[in-house]
């Protein structure tokens, strides 16, 4: 069926979309954040150590104290 084809005589016509928001109905999950990181780092991380998402962390955990205490 093409667009020509389809009956829109019940559904009003929506030509304003400034008040829309992208995202409106999607949240991500409680807790986690999708974050890009280098391919090489992530290899690195899998080889290295069995719960590598906790070594992630763990690492940019250290990052951010040693950050929050220098200042």
Known sequence: MSDDD???S???AVRDFSDW???RFYEPPD???ML???????IWFRETDDDYLAAINAVL???MER???SS
């Open 6 to 8: 389809i009956d829109y």
């Open 10 to 12: 019940d559904i009003p």
């Open 21 to 23: 928001k992208r995202g």
């Open 31 to 33: 807790g986690q954040v």
């Open 36 to 42: 890009p990181i280098d391919r090489e780092l992530a």
């Open 61 to 63: 955990r250290e990052h």
């Open 67 to 69: 950050r929050c205490t």
